[in-house]
């Protein structure tokens, strides 16, 4: 079973007016261009801010069309650090895009078949164009009927065979639910590599071999306009919320050695567990291969390492692509001085 | 002490000419930017093919200086694996920048105050500036008259709270001899972060502190035009000569989604033990953040992690900065397909 998933919609009044779009497939993408290509809209609005909603702002932005993105929550992507939202709203609004936090909407207005305007608690919002990113629900209606056990994700049941609650039966993809390796849960990650890996395992087993998925850590990134934004782990809150002792860690750094030309600043906050010193997660974001840097905290959040294992890493230096103290290391060295400690939590 | 390392020179006759340059110090950079200013020559011939060659090649380019660089090697840049050298050598020739391996020098010929050409092995090469880049020793003198042991390397022996043999003494930086993680014995490894990081060790310790430096994986990065080169841990040749049963793989491939605007070819190699599967090192080159990557097997190595591990890694994907299959999971699912094999050795 690999039926994915389907975008979510808002489940409001209006909605099914041809100018609303949502974007999971590529025949969602071929009709908003076709949209644009004939109707030369001149103003968008998007309803939600996770990546695709900010990937379909710069795109629209490259079409020239005037957009406004509304979210739910304070910040855009929900899951990121409070430290990283201001930085993707200045990026939204340095290149032009209208950014509205804490909104909810209401209603369209419309002629049915056209929607002029978004009313929502914060006043309306007119536009020729609009956009609902607000997430995707797993495909489970076939699961369900054949009575395959649903975890409470909403997602598919799976074992690390990719093996549903029937053994005669794999999935995989945005359909199943994941084993997130630091909160111990199963949980949805629709993304693409995720899946892909899940796809090989699931068809391994079903023709007689043997393949183990073992789960994900919540690495992913993103790019909005030119800022670069990795996450993995858990945040902050995450952290709190299921009741580690939380010390984190923020270090405005950059990309290169101060000195060569191209150096941009970032930011990197992670976040620990007090009590073992284990890294938990972490944030990085800036303009010049943060997407890419991740990844080095994604193997050290899969190897459950240390904060002080970590400030023991010996990472590649060079002027052009490195400060001569990484920042990982200089996070990991200052906090790794909390670790232990006994000091209340905030 | 940290009485650092100086240039080595080649010990050949002519080489005490005025218009023959080394590279370790500012000084030693502001003496070539005069002399250009002062001379503008047209011809450079550089002997060495280490990251200081590699680099001087590209700001001599940057002057306009038509280039030659010579080395004693096959490929530029020893200790990286020979699928990495070709594409070097094409970097340096698409950038005009001439290159002849497997030279020996033999004398420079001159008036004694400035060469006109170097005499080889393999002809002459006649330049209005020369620039011998073979490496660094590092400064033990001091060290030698007070006594203190002097490692196989020829560095100052620490242990790992960068204390001498002499109690009372600490050493760090380019003088000292660091242990590598990987092959277990000290070596020179004269970098700017590793000798950061032990001079901090040094100087907490000296004061009545307790810090240690646990040593180096031989991570590092270097820029040649607009290659990235990125290594890390023992390379092929490395790993058999110490005894290792060696697997290798080479995956060649893109730094992006396939589709996405600006994706560039790059090459991975990795090298591991075929009893264990663990990663004993790699080397990733290509045009598109390859100096960033490394970094992630980097902690690999460090972690002494094997390949069914790094095969298990959860790496963020997006289409602007990676392909949904990394080359790093794809080299590990089909290298640890050999670990403990027993087919013999090639």
Redesign the interface.
């Known amino acids: 079973m690999a039926t994915g998933a389907r975008s979510r919609k808002l489940e409001i009044p209006g909605e099914e007016a041809q100018n609303i779009f949502t974007l999971k497939e590529m025949a969602d993408g071929l009709r908003i261009r076709n949209f644009i290509d004939q109707n030369s809209p001149r103003q968008a609005v998007i309803i939600g801010a996770g ?1 695709i909603s900010l990937e379909v702002a710069e795109a629209l932005w490259d079409r020239g069309v005037e957009t406004t993105l509304l979210y739910r929550g304070k910040f855009p992507y929900s899951g990121l650090e409070p430290e990283v939202g201001p930085i993707i709203v200045k990026e939204l609004e340095d290149h032009g895009v209208r950014y509205r936090g804490e909104v909810q909407p209401r209603f369209f207005e419309g002629d049915g078949k056209k929607a002029r305007q978004l009313v929502t608690d914060q006043g309306s919002f007119p536009a020729d164009l609009f956009f609902i990113g607000v997430g995707v629900l797993p495909n489970t209606e076939i699961a369900r009927e054949a009575g395959i056990m649903i975890g409470k994700s909403g997602g598919i049941q799976v074992n690390s065979l990719m093996q549903t609650s029937d053994p005669l039966i794999w999935a995989a993809g945005d359909c199943c639910e994941k084993l997130h ?1 630091v909160t111990g849960h199963p949980q949805l990650v629709p ?4 899946a ?1 890996k899940e796809g090989r395992v699931a068809g391994e087993n079903a023709v007689g071999g043997r393949a183990e998925f ?10 909005v306009f030119d800022l ?1 934004i ?3 782990g858990i945040n902050e809150a995450q952290a709190r919320k299921m009741g580690f002792p939380v010390i984190t860690q923020v270090v405005e750094g950059t990309s290169r050695a101060a000195i060569f030309p191209g150096t941009r600043p970032n930011l990197l906050k992670i976040v620990a567990d007090r009590s073992s010193g284990r890294l938990l997660g972490g944030n990085w974001v800036g303009w010049d ?1 943060e ?6 905290l ?3 959040v ?2 459950k ?1 240390t904060l002080e ?1 970590i400030s ?7 002027p ?3 400060p ?3 920042p990982l290391l200089i996070a990991a060295n200052l906090l790794k001085r909390q670790v232990g400690g006994n000091r209340r939590e905030a």
């Open positions: 990546y390796l993304l693409g590599d995720v892909n073992h789960g994900i850590v919540g690495a992913a990134s993103v790019k670069q990795g996450m993995v291969g997407a890419i840097k991740i990844n080095t994604a193997v050290a899969h190897q390492m294992a023991r890493l010996d990472l590649a230096y060079t052009p692509f490195s001569v103290w990484d």
